[in-house]
């Protein structure tokens, strides 16, 4: 960064050694002058053999300062700098240059800033002004982050972390299970002494608490070093870096993938010679949630620097050619250890490139309304320091950030920790599902439809039912409500209904669903329609319910109902009564309006006639106040 120039007799006199601090003797011009001269011509020794002469210490330190700092004694010319500024602390803006650039590069940023600006703020004049202005326009940023710490308090996680090193890790997207290297000492028999070794490790989440793991088996760990990985949220393809040493005797790292067949792994598959080249660096795969997109390391040519992030997307069922993610992510710097989080809308990596307060430091990118990817944030610091932070990534839920690290007070050298996540960073909210679905007897249901609503947009998915299992990840606005309903021919109506305010889903969770059949006589729930105290008024979430049932029974267009209506045993019997009848009425009543015929529906109410469970508790009572429909027919 540093950059040499020449000084001129005038300006020297002037703005280096000022009137106020340059004495007036003509002897002590000469020298100046004679100095410069040396100076000029790079004779830095004969430059120091001369300062002998003069009686100024100012000119002397002055004079040193420079010479050391053009020689890149960078400690020495800082020493002597600081003297001048001590003796003259107004009259020298380009010592406090030389002060600036020396603390930057050594990363003391928030000292380059107060050198640099007092610079500027003197006067500091070409060739320095445009040099000094833009190092001091980084320092100021990286002085700012520096100055507002965000939130960082890492705790090892117990485990997976042991007296060896663990590093490169992942955690499915479930949070069930874990992915990450180790490397240990083990001592062959054919030696007396210890042999280090890398094993690509899986470890399985047991009562909330990960279990130590074991090396993975075949088809892995045979003669690569492997990592890096990325699993798709099923926990069904797994991405991962192997390398492999080439003929050249290099280790050339390249992206593969295996799919789960039961309890064991397939072969391991490779991707085409466009994506995993056999002459480029390609490592760090993540998968987006759908499964649909993947995002790289590389170091192919053809890029903006070192090291890009590239994307391959899945379509016509094949893997794309892979795609640089441009100038908004990539830099003339390296870029690396993507993570795309669940919510498929921010991607967290490490760049050299600034604002970086050395080294590798991580960054976060959201996208916009256009789907395009923003400016990158620094994540802040203490998360970042001066030295290298790499392979960070976050929850699903966006609560928790975890990285390995070396540098912290953990179980051995290289352990994997985690820490709250500040909320500036935190990724957009996700809902993440996964379960089963069966009839009343325990029997796997096939051909079954999930369809998941989001009731502020009205947009639909349909959640692909895999041998009765789901799983299912959808990106959410904070105050997204959705409605989930189950269908298939032949079964009741099956739906739930999820609040922004339930803080039960807020991670990922379990929902399994039992549907029950069809039989004439038969009753069955409405679940969530509820009502307000002594109320018979429809809630908007029961209406979004009524709306989704009305067209289950316009795909049943033979079933004819009759709407029933319960209540506890708070109030007496008469009151319970009329107010059943009246719930009962307000959910035929927007049937009805919903547009199904009449001859189709009736409606009674019994009050607190027939309770499921006793009226002893709150919980009980909560069961006993419900919506039911009986078939009449079909």
């Not at 799983?471 to 109506?493: P, Q």
């Amino acid at each position: 960064m540093r950059i040499l120039f020449l000084f001129s007799f005038f300006f020297l006199l002037n703005s280096v050694f000022p009137q106020e601090c340059f004495p007036e003797k003509s002897k002590d011009k000469r020298l100046v002058k004679k100095i410069v001269k040396l100076i000029e011509k790079k004779a830095y020794y004969a430059a120091l053999d001369e300062l002998r002469f003069t009686n100024d210490i100012t000119i002397f330190n002055a004079f040193k300062s420079e010479i050391l700092w053009r020689k890149a004694d960078f400690f020495n010319a800082e020493t002597e700098g600081l003297k001048v500024i001590a003796n003259c602390p107004d009259d020298f803006p380009k010592v406090y240059y030389f002060l600036g650039e020396i603390a930057f590069n050594r990363k003391d940023y928030v000292s380059a800033d107060l050198y640099l600006k007092r610079s500027i703020d003197l006067g500091i004049s070409d060739p320095y002004y445009s040099d000094a202005m833009n190092i001091y326009g980084k320092a100021k940023i990286l002085a700012e982050i520096i100055a507002n710490p965000v939130p960082f308090n890492p705790e090892v996680v117990s485990g997976i972390s042991t007296i060896f090193d663990e590093y490169l890790p992942i955690i499915s997207p479930d949070q069930e299970l874990s992915f990450f290297t180790r490397r240990s000492d083990k001592i062959s028999l054919n030696s007396i002494t210890n042999t280090s070794i890398e094993e690509f490790v899986s470890s399985k989440k047991i009562k909330g608490k990960f279990e130590v793991g074991q090396a993975l088996p075949s088809p892995f760990n045979l003669e690569s070093n492997e990592g890096g990985a990325s699993i798709t949220i099923d926990n069904r393809i797994l991405y991962f870096t192997k390398c492999i040493k080439n003929k050249k005797g290099y280790n050339n790292c390249d992206i593969y993938y295996v799919n789960r067949e039961g309890n064991s792994w397939s072969a391991v598959q490779t991707f085409s010679d466009k994506i995993s080249k056999s002459d480029s660096w390609e490592s760090q795969p993540t998968v987006s949630s759908d499964g649909k997109k993947i995002i790289f390391a590389s170091d192919r040519l053809g890029g903006y620097g070192k090291i890009d992030l590239y994307e391959i997307n899945w379509q016509n069922e094949k893997w794309t050619d892979p795609i640089n993610l441009g100038s908004a992510i990539n830099s003339n710097e390296y870029e690396k250890s993507p993570y795309l989080h669940t919510d498929g809308e921010t991607l967290f990596f490490s760049s050299t490139n600034f604002p970086s307060l050395g080294g590798f430091d991580v960054f976060y990118s959201r996208k916009d309304s256009l789907g395009n990817w923003q400016e990158p944030q620094n994540i802040g610091y203490p998360v970042n320091t001066v030295a290298d932070e790499i392979s960070l990534f976050v929850s699903t839920d966006g609560n928790k950030a975890y990285f390995a690290s070396n540098q912290l007070n953990g179980v051995g050298g290289w352990d994997i920790y985690s820490f709250p996540l500040h909320n500036d960073a935190k990724p957009e909210r996700v809902l993440f599902l996964k379960g089963e679905l069966m009839d009343e007897n325990g029997r796997v249901l096939e051909d079954v439809e999930l369809e998941i609503k989001n009731i502020n947009t009205n947009e639909v998915i349909i959640v692909k039912v895999d041998a009765g299992a789901y799983v299912s990840s959808l990106t959410l606005a904070k105050d997204d409500d959705v409605l989930i309903t189950i269908k298939k021919e032949g079964f009741a109506f099956n739906s739930t209904y999820i609040s922004a305010n339930d803080t039960s889903f807020s991670s990922p969770a379990n929902l399994d669903f039992k549907l029950n059949s069809l039989e004439e006589g038969r009753s069955f729930d409405l679940s969530d329609i509820y009502f307000e105290t002594n109320s018979f008024q429809i809630s908007s979430i029961a209406k979004n319910v009524l709306f989704e049932f009305t067209a289950y029974l316009n795909l049943n267009k033979n079933m004819e109902i009759e709407i029933n209506g319960f209540t506890d045993d708070i109030g007496n019997d008469i009151a319970n009564q009329l107010l059943s009848e009246n719930r009962a009425k307000a959910v035929y009543d927007l049937l009805v309006a919903n547009g199904l015929a009449i001859n189709r529906l009736s409606y009674n109410g019994y009050g607190e006639q027939f309770p499921r469970l006793n009226n002893i508790s709150d919980k009980n009572r909560a069961i006993n106040r419900r919506t039911e429909f009986r078939i009449i027919s079909q």
